[in-house]
């Protein structure tokens, strides 16, 4: 694959602790994921993203770094990522990993050396600003009204530095100061590390958390109406987070990356107002690869007009206007599910009609421009889990019960044998408990039956790489007409492929032509039946 070997791939997400577990601990492990690795292969995929599985206390599961160089004991050994890498490459799978630079774990010996000391005491101790420290208000009370995102302030009292620490998540994850440019060193030398241990590209987590406004101003009130249910709902975060000077680091990490030959960088970019970000971390050829997109992993129904506002944002037109003004615009990704949504199944289809369903968000998925994220088990179809309270395992979910789905329910294990205990994940007890409708999903169940969800998956993603058109074609005469959502691929070599898809449960009368190259739910281009879906090359007399 050329360099740019990410352009229009598809990249199959592991979460480590629940992949495979090969000790019989009840977590899945890096050994576990390359015994696997010829799954994801069978698939077709170009690549993997694994989440973090760097040493943590696992406040937040992995999330909470408190060694980037080094492999948590429960993931196993450096020996088992370098083994993990030369599989995946025997196999020709790229590997991306996870880098988490907003914020580390208050275990981290970096936080330990920043709150060594009592404010304005020792002015000149290592790593004084390398986390984003603040004096209470005459008060007592925190700087600034910024929440966290998990509940309550985002701010926490510490009596040995005598200040508080600022933490946009768990109170266990303190903010990297960011701006600091020591900071910015030392989180590069992680980018080389990794670099040199051959990894093939970086999601780089919440980035647009990574950096603050130093004058640390209130947040204006949310003004949107609507439900809320955490303190973070009530404001609109302008100055916690989002500050434009980031991508200035951001050109940093790129010329890091590019002086070691060259890797794919994804940014991960959350928020109610994502897409200026978006294409500010990406435009032009001195920024990230590509942009994590929400668009499809936030609450509501999956309908053409959402698909089609989400598409428009990326035409692939250099920027017109702004300090961007003129620069290419960036790639775009898209993910239906990841590890912190609920399946895309239980959010958005008819559970009588789940197995049609399914077919079509795949073919959809397939057809996008862009590159493309699969997270283990929706190849299966896998569903949300309910998990009750008293197993419930996130953070996010405890604190929010009953308001949110939270994020236990979509990191159960992964069913590979329908049979076996626990569908074959652990030989344990496993951390989270896998259902009995998933395991009947399993792989081994799957691999018999061939008309099965991951038979088609496999069929999708065979027909995006036979077709340089699905891959980095042109997206052109998107219409969004009540359950219809059509469009075109256009090649650089003038191929055209028509793509339709019907989002709901009455038959549509199409009337169009072509080749059908791939179908679902028995649709052909003259009729789509419900949930029916088609990518057909055109013919012209």
């Known amino acids: 694959m050329s360099a740019a070997w990410w352009r229009g791939a598809t990249i199959y997400q592991i979460y480590?602790?629940?992949?495979?577990?090969?000790?019989?601990?009840g977590i899945g492990d890096l050994a576990g994921i390359t015994q696997r690795l010829d799954h994801v292969a069978s698939l077709g995929a170009d690549g993997v993203w694994i989440s973090p599985f760097f040493t943590s206390p696992m406040v937040d599961f992995g999330y909470d770094v408190a060694d980037y160089r080094d492999i948590d004991p429960i993931f196993?050994?450096?020996?088992?990522?370098?083994?993990?890498?030369?599989?995946?490459?025997?196999?020709?799978?790229?590997?991306?990993?996870?880098?988490?630079?907003?914020?580390t774990s208050d275990k981290h010996p970096w936080f330990a050396e920043s709150r060594a000391g009592g404010a304005g005491?020792?002015?000149?101790?290592?790593?004084?600003?390398w986390y984003v420290w603040a004096d209470a208000r005459a008060d007592g009370t925190p700087p600034n009204n910024w929440q966290s995102v998990f509940g309550g302030p985002a701010w926490t009292w510490d009596a040995r530095r005598g200040q508080y620490y600022m933490h946009q998540f768990l109170k266990e994850q303190p903010q990297l100061n960011v701006h600091n440019p020591e900071v910015q060193d030392a989180l590069l030398d992680v980018v080389r590390f990794w670099l040199g241990k051959g990894v093939d590209g970086f999601r780089f987590d919440a980035l647009n958390h990574a950096m603050h406004d130093p004058a640390l101003r209130d947040n204006p009130v949310n003004p949107e109406p609507g439900p809320r249910t955490r303190p973070f709902d009530f404001q609109l975060r302008t100055q916690s987070q989002n500050h434009p000077a980031l991508v200035g680091f951001i050109e940093r990490i790129r010329a890091t990356i590019d002086a070691a030959g060259g890797a794919c960088s994804i940014a991960e970019v959350g928020g109610a107002n994502p897409m200026p970000?978006?294409?500010?971390?990406?435009a032009g050829d001195a920024r990230l690869s590509s942009a994590y997109c929400f668009a499809f992993l936030d609450p509501g129904a999956l309908t053409p007009a959402r698909v089609a506002e989400a598409l428009a944002a990326w035409t692939g037109a250099p920027a017109t206007h702004g300090p961007d003004k003129g620069l290419p615009e960036g790639w775009p990704s898209w993910a239906f599910e990841n590890h912190d949504v609920p399946r895309s199944l239980s959010r958005w289809a008819p559970e009588a009609h789940r197995a049609a369903y399914a077919r079509m968000e795949m073919l959809l998925l397939g057809a996008l421009r862009g590159t493309i994220f699969?997270?283990?088990?929706?190849?299966?179809?896998?569903?949300?889990?309910?998990i009750p309270f008293e197993a419930l395992r996130d953070p996010e979910a405890i604190a929010n019960w009953p308001q949110t789905l939270g994020r236990d329910g979509v990191r159960t294990p992964m069913p590979w044998t329908p049979s076996a205990a626990h569908a074959g994940f652990t030989t344990g007890t496993p951390w989270l408990p896998v259902s009995p409708?998933?395991?009947?999903?399993?792989?081994?169940?799957?691999?018999?039956?061939?008309?099965?969800?991951l038979h088609f998956t496999r069929r999708v993603i065979a027909l995006r790489r036979a077709h340089p058109t699905l891959r980095t074609g042109d997206l052109r005469d998107v219409i969004a007409e009540g359950d219809l959502l059509r469009f075109r691929r256009i090649g650089a070599d003038g191929t055209a492929l028509f793509c339709a898809?019907?989002?709901?449960?009455?038959?549509?009368?199409?009337?169009?032509?072509?080749?059908?190259?791939?179908?679902?739910?028995?649709?052909?281009?003259?009729?789509?039946?419900?949930?029916?879906?088609?990518?057909?090359?055109?013919?012209?007399?």
């Open 16 to 25: 480590p602790r629940s992949f495979l577990d090969a000790d019989g601990d």
């Open 76 to 103: 196993g050994t450096m020996a088992d990522f370098d083994a993990l890498i030369a599989r995946a490459h025997d196999l020709g799978l790229k590997v991306m990993i996870d880098l988490v630079f907003a914020h």
């Open 121 to 129: 005491t020792r002015e000149d101790w290592a790593l004084k600003d």
């Open 277 to 282: 970000l978006m294409r500010a971390y990406t």
């Open 374 to 386: 699969l997270y283990q088990g929706q190849e299966l179809g896998l569903a949300q889990d309910d």
């Open 437 to 453: 409708g998933n395991a009947a999903r399993a792989v081994a169940a799957q691999e018999d039956d061939a008309d099965s969800l």
């Open 501 to 541: 898809f019907n989002l709901g449960g009455e038959t549509i009368a199409l009337g169009a032509t072509g080749t059908i190259l791939l179908a679902a739910n028995g649709a052909t281009p003259a009729t789509l039946p419900p949930y029916g879906a088609l990518i057909a090359a055109e013919t012209h007399a």
